[in-house]
């Protein structure tokens, strides 16, 4: 093991809230999930807004299994980049929420979807020195409010209005001035490598190991040969395997979630994705040690 997969392996799994394989929770699995719960799942995420407000059967059956498997949330409309106020009753609402299912971790976008009004998209930040200062104030303000650390994602993007800097000095930037974790999404490092033509293997060698909360993996689709929209409606493709086994052998055997948000198909289809994230979460185990 070299001395800096040595320091990130040190660092890194006591601060993993959860482990193993996760999946996005979906209502239409709640059934599948209460009664015959897949084991190789060991977590689920779900975004907050889908689910804080639920009443009936639905809040019972989430009760029920939040109770018994760990769980991670990934939020849809902070806006952390955005020009109006944190909405500060929503996040003592998200508070409330991670209280009362006992949730480990809560995740947004290093993005904005508002401007006086919901977007309904992830816009991109400005890679500026600005715009780091402004969203590791308002990273703070939340983590403030919640008393506990949250984990920001790169996302993808399409365009780079304002760019002054790279992406990777920008996310880390963000990083290190807000003293937050990271959701490192494997699959946003390589469409955003092939739409902005950036080496994804240098990115990923670029990312503070330490600061690695967990991982997402998704498909994408292409637009075009230089054109790829992240999707998270297919399977996951080779070139976003390769990354992710690629990434446990820089860091290990890091906790990584399955997203897949439309074109949902059955149970055991997911499941033979997730069967692969953990075969090859074995691999990066034995090449690192």
């Known amino acids: 093991m070299s001395a800096q997969a040595k320091r990130d392996e040190q660092a890194a799994p006591s601060t993993y ?10 209502r239409e699995m709640l059934d599948e999930v209460l009664n015959t719960p897949p084991p190789q799942i060991a977590f689920y995420e779900v975004a907050p807004e889908n689910w804080m407000k639920l009443g009936g059967k639905y809040a019972r059956q989430f009760k029920t299994i ?9 939020g849809l409309s902070l806006s952390l980049g955005g020009t109006t106020d944190i909405d500060i009753d929503f996040v003592k609402e998200v508070k409330g929420f991670l209280k009362e299912h006992k949730i480990k971790m809560y995740t947004e ?13 992830l816009m991109p930040i400005p890679f500026t020195d600005e715009a780091i200062t402004y969203v590791a104030k308002r990273i703070q303000q939340v983590q403030d409010i919640l008393e506990q650390k949250i984990a920001i994602e790169n996302v993808s993007y399409y365009a780079a209005p304002g760019k002054q800097m790279e992406e990777i000095d920008f996310l880390c930037s963000v990083l290190e001035e807000a003293d937050c974790k990271l959701l490192l999404d494997v699959n946003n490092i390589y469409v955003n490598s092939i739409n902005h033509r950036y080496d994804a293997e240098t990115f990923l ?4 190991g330490e600061r690695i909360a967990y991982l997402h993996v998704a498909g994408h689709f292409q637009e075009a040969e230089d ?17 992710l086994k690629s990434t446990y052998e820089r860091f290990g055997q890091i906790p990584t979630l399955l997203e897949r948000d439309f074109n949902i198909p ?9 069967d692969y994230i953990a075969s090859l979460q074995k691999q990066g185990l034995r090449k690192s040690a």
């Open 66 to 74: 939040t109770e018994q498997h760990d769980f991670v949330t990934h």
């Open 109 to 121: 976008h290093l993005s904005y979807c508002s401007d006086h009004g919901h977007l309904y998209d």
């Open 17 to 26: 809230p959860v482990k193993g394989t996760g999946l996005g929770l979906r």
């Open 205 to 208: 060698n670029r990312i503070p």
């Open 227 to 243: 054109l790829l929209v992240d999707t998270h409606g297919s399977d996951v493709n080779d070139p976003v395997w390769q990354l």
């Open 266 to 274: 059955p149970m055991k289809e997911l499941l033979k994705e997730a």
